[in-house]
């Protein structure tokens, strides 16, 4: 079973850049959909982005599109989310998921702690 530790998070003014990851332990990371999802208090788990198996296929929410952009290295068993022109409504914490489909409404488990964006204005 794979788990998941995100990284990067922090504290920026609105118009900057972050760059999470979502590192994996075991071998079969390669076998997973990775997705990053954010959430703020009181409100439920927002989809940002996926990535397929071999990051030959990626999908984002319309409200991050042109904006992040989701790779992975699977060698490092890692996945990134670069998230450029950070806006306020950015400020979330973030976690990444796997899913053994590339569906947004799959399944999606093994979710890792969170890293927390704060954007301000």
């Known amino acids: 079973q794979v788990q998941l530790t995100e990284s990067g998070g922090g504290s920026v003014q609105a118009g900057g850049s972050l760059r999470l990851s979502c590192k994996a332990s075991?071998?079969?990371?390669?076998?997973?959909?990775v997705g990053w999802f954010r959430r703020t208090p009181g409100t439920e788990r927002e989809f940002v982005a996926m990535?397929?198996?071999?990051?030959?296929?990626?999908d984002y929410a319309d409200s991050v599109k042109g904006r992040f952009t989701i790779t992975r290295d699977n060698p490092r068993n890692t996945v990134y989310l670069e998230m450029n022109s950070l806006k306020p409504e950015d400020t979330a914490a973030y976690y990444c998921a796997v899913s053994l489909d590339y569906d947004v409404s799959s399944r999606f488990e093994n979710w890792g702690q969170g890293t927390q964006v704060t954007v301000s204005s």
């Open positions: 075991g071998r079969t990371f390669g076998r997973y959909v």
């Open positions: 990535i397929s198996w071999a990051g030959g296929r990626t």
